[in-house]
C-alpha cells in the first residue's frame, strides 16, 4: 500500500512530509523528451490510478513541475509544461514553495530571502510601535520568537549562498538588535550583536551545520543523515571522509561541506560529551574567531 514503494518501481526517488510529496529524478537535457513527456507523465499517471485504488484525489491545482539546473543547462529545456489524458495541465514553475521555504530552479534562495524579508520587516515595524511599552527583557523575547526564529529556519541551507543575499540577511538580524536595544533606524550599530550575545548570520549558519554534523556522528539524527559520516582509517588521525564532486552544486551540499567542517574545526569541540557540551563550546569558538578564520573554516 506504500505509494513509496509504488513510485521506486517507475524509477523516481520520493520523499515526503505528511501529504505533501515530491518526486524527482536527474537527467540530461538531450533525453528530456523522454523523461518529461513520457516517464514523468507515466509515473504521475500510475500515481493517480493507485490514489484512485484508496479513494484518494491528485490535487491537479497544487501539482507543479521545476527544473533545477545551472543557467546553461536550464536554457536546453525546451518543454514547458505536460498534459494528462485525465484533463489536468501542469506548468513548469520557475519557484515553488517547499515546508515553508521557497526554492527556485537555480537554487539561489533569492525569492526565498525576498519573502522572508517581507515578513520578517513587517513584524519588527509592528514590535517597533510598542516597544516603548516594554522592557529590554521582553523585547529580547518577542524578537526571538517572531523573527530570530524565522531567521533560523532551515538555515543551513543558506550556506554557499551570494554575499549579496547574506548582507540581506544581515540586515534583518541587525534590525532585529536596534529594535531589543532601543535604536533607530540610521544608528550605527557597534557592539549591538555582541551585547546581546547572537552571532552573526554567518556563525548561524555554521553553527547550524556543525551542530547537524555532530548529532549525526553520535547516532541522534536520520540514517539518511548518519551514513553521510564516514571515518578513514588511513594515517595517525582519525578524519571524515570528503567525498569529490565537479560541480559547484554537489560542493556545497551536506554531505561535503559537514564532513569539511567538522574536520576543521578544533578538536576539544568535536569531540564533547554531548550536545549541550557542544552547542557552548562551539559558540564560544565562534563567538572569538575572526572572519578570515570563520572563511577558511567553510573554504
Sequence with gaps: RSIYKFVKNQGFSIQGYADDHQ????FKPHSQGVVLVYELKRCIERIQFWMDQYFLQLNGSKTQIAILGSHRLLHDIGIGGLNLPSGISIRFVSSFRNLGLYFDTKLTLSR???ELKKRCFRTIRNVNKIRFLLTKCQLK???????????????SL??????????QLQLIQNACA????????HDHMENDLNELHWLNVRKRVIFKLALLSYKSIIGNSPEYLKELFV?????HSLQLIVPNFSTLYGNKSFSVVGPKL???????????????????????YLFSASEL?????IA
Aim: with cysteine; charged share 20%; aromatic share 8%.
Design 23 to 26: 518526486i524527482m529524478m536527474s
Design 112 to 114: 526565498q530571502i525576498t
Design 141 to 155: 523575547t518577542i524578537i526571538n520568537a517572531l523573527v530570530v526564529s524565522c531567521l533560523d529556519y532551515c538555515n
Design 158 to 167: 543558506y550556506f554557499g549562498i551570494s554575499e549579496k543575499l547574506l548582507n
Design 178 to 185: 536596534k529594535t531589543v536595544t532601543g535604536k533607530y533606524k
Design 231 to 235: 571515518y578513514s582509517h588511513h594515517g
Design 262 to 284: 567538522m574536520n576543521r574545526l578544533p578538536k576539544h569541540i568535536v569531540s564533547a560529551d554531548d550536545v549541550d557540551s557542544f552547542k557552548s563550546l562551539l559558540k564560544t
Design 293 to 297: 578564520t570563520i572563511k577558511n573554516l
